[in-house]
DNA sequence: AGACTTATCGAAATCGATTTCGAAGACGGT
DNA sequence: ACCGTCTTCGAAATCGATTTCGATAAGTCT
């Protein structure tokens, strides 16, 4: 019942399809792809074998023949994958979640291993490249891309020309302050990262700024330090003696708030009633485990990855794309505000 | 002085190269790759002139050639990036850091989604396949790979004889338990995940029968729940109230550890003074920050990516795996304990 | 019937690198 | 001087799918 199969060493080729069909592989690459010149008998009959062959195109004959390997890379500095796996999953999205490829490649921060494993991206002849950091401070533009397109998302180009896609870190800010403003808090403390931060500086800065417009300062300065539960502890519990009657603190991430919600408990301070907690990054398992769950600063990382993969792909498609593009924030409410 | 490049339309080809080189494309490639048939003079120009142009072989010419894409797909389910990420990440280090390229396919739990990816993967005529998700329970095998090596990492498959590459849990559990015994512990309570979870399952027996050979039971019985920390803090409070005198607590993963050290700070007792606590899965961001520093058991993720990978590129070098590889667990000593 | 259009198909070239195999030249030995 | 050997190189085939273009057959029109 079963016919020979032509063959049957290795994959299915169009030529054991046109073998098969009794026609040749021209007439088979037509049917298949919808060109015109072909009967529609014979159209039917080689999608049937086709089918039934399980015939699959071999990509790479087709990538050999249009230059193009339908596949981008990424490049992240960021192991841990909090900021590259939600830009990975927006791009996945943008690119058609198997049409084009991710080939994911970590550079462990290590600047040698990053021209390798850009080099071996060339080589694999991808179609673009995202670059990707766990930091929002520029990065400068990687070397010798030789015209392929490339586009940095989350961790910015130190050259302005460059393709890069960014977070709004001051809209963030300010969404967090002005929620806290509308809650009818006045004595707003900032506990953040390290000073050297950009993210913690721009945060800081927009946040002095937006409650100097409210005619407020920021109650008891901003206090900069890591980013770690472990500095929200302290950094409150200073608060607490510096200017003990504070009714809200914003924090430059969710650990912080995290360390923040724990000394406000432990100093007898109950959220959201008597001081009103904002976290920072809307890190799911942190923000979600506080206790009230923690209203916090998303930054749409998933959005990010998505638009820089339409722009890679503009870009492949010969309509590039110079200059920054800024992704908005939103403000997840929960119950610590 | 620069000559005139050949034509200097698009990347550098080999035909480039020898038109610059005065010999045959034939012979820069014998020149490039080692063969020997190229007198050493003629060797050094080639070497030298294929350098100034920068020429890179195009990798699709070459896989078409040898049939191999020098490229894995890794399908998981686990979209938060915990498991897969590690796992990616050795395999990345197995894999040569470029040498073979690794598509990211994430199929965000969906079946059908799923099998599209595989197609695709498929389609682009990967080497092989490595497949991975967040739970350890066994998981149907792919359908359709049609002789193409798979892997399951992390999470194995439902056929025996299919290569997978596990956690060895009852390990990781007996080691816990053995760090408590050996710490002087007595009282012992085990509080974990939901029951039908065969983690939880597999942990609690172990742990049951680890205590039992040396003549202990656990103390309270073993508390199933979530993995949540919010389930370690209400776990605990009951405990305390059941049995008071408990003086160790291992957890079924890091979170409900984190639960469970706040609610025993909350009732007064200190850690490790009065009652250790020992976790599961050695996250990081939860055992690093919690007071003190958590004791805990890590499955060496990692390890089993790089396992998968080794055992992957051995089955597409032709001499396949069969069954599951089990990969030890290591206890992490930190203060908590 | 002869000229012309249209529909349908296949042979061959193409993409870029590699490999096989034959050709040509250099050289040594008798 | 002639034959054989060794070295060095290049023409051509190969991988698989697509596309161009020419060939053939069928049908149409005067």
């Given at each position: 019942m079963a016919p020979p199969e032509a063959g049957s060493t290795g994959p299915i080729k169009i030529s054991d399809?046109?073998?098969?069909?009794?026609?040749?592989?021209?007439?088979?690459?037509?049917?298949?792809?919808?060109?015109?010149?072909?009967?529609?008998a014979t159209r039917e009959r080689v999608l049937a074998i086709a089918a039934r062959l399980q015939f699959r195109p071999n990509a790479m004959a087709g990538s050999l023949r249009t230059g193009r390997s339908f596949s981008v890379g990424l490049l992240t500095t960021d192991s841990f994958g909090r900021f590259s796996i939600p830009v990975m999953l927006g791009a996945e999205d943008a690119l058609g979640s198997g049409e084009v490829a991710i080939i994911f490649c970590d550079t462990r921060d290590d600047p040698e291993r990053e021209a390798r494993q850009l080099e071996a991206l060339l080589h694999r002849q991808v179609d673009g490249i995202i670059v990707n950091g766990r930091r929002t401070e520029a990065r400068p533009p990687l070397i010798?891309?030789?015209?392929?397109?490339?586009?940095?998302?989350?961790?910015?180009?130190?050259?302005?020309?460059?393709?890069?896609?960014?977070?709004?870190?001051p809209n963030g800010a300010?969404?967090?302050?002005?929620?806290?403003?509308?809650?009818?808090?006045?004595?707003i403390a900032h506990v953040t990262g390290p000073r050297r931060h950009r993210s913690a500086a721009i945060r800081a800065t927009t946040t002095t700024a937006r409650l100097r417009r409210a005619g407020l300062r920021v109650d008891g300065g901003v206090r900069f330090g890591?980013?770690?539960?472990?500095?929200?502890?302290?950094?409150?519990?200073?608060?607490?003696?510096?200017?003990?009657?504070?009714?809200?603190?914003?924090?430059g991430s969710d650990q912080i708030a995290r360390g923040v919600m724990d000394g406000l408990r432990e100093a007898g301070r109950s959220v959201p009633d008597d001081v009103a907690v904002v976290g920072f990054d809307n890190w799911e398992v942190m923000a979600t485990a506080t206790r009230p769950p923690l209203t916090t600063v998303d930054m749409n990382i998933d959005v990010i990855g998505r638009i820089a993969a339409q722009l890679l792909l503009g870009a492949i498609d010969r309509s590039p794309t110079s200059g920054t593009t800024v992704v908005p924030a939103r403000l997840v409410v929960r119950q610590s505000s």
């Open positions: 399809v046109a073998l098969a069909a009794g026609v040749s592989a021209a007439t088979v690459s037509k049917a298949l792809n919808g060109r015109s010149d072909v009967s529609a010798g891309t030789r015209g392929l397109p490339v586009v940095y998302a989350f961790s910015p180009s130190q050259d302005p020309a460059d393709c890069s896609v960014i977070a709004d870190e300010r969404l967090a302050v002005e929620h806290l403003l509308t809650g009818g808090r006045k004595r890591a980013w770690t539960e472990e500095w929200g502890r302290q950094a409150v519990a200073d608060l607490l003696r510096d200017s003990p009657d504070l009714d809200a603190v914003f924090c």
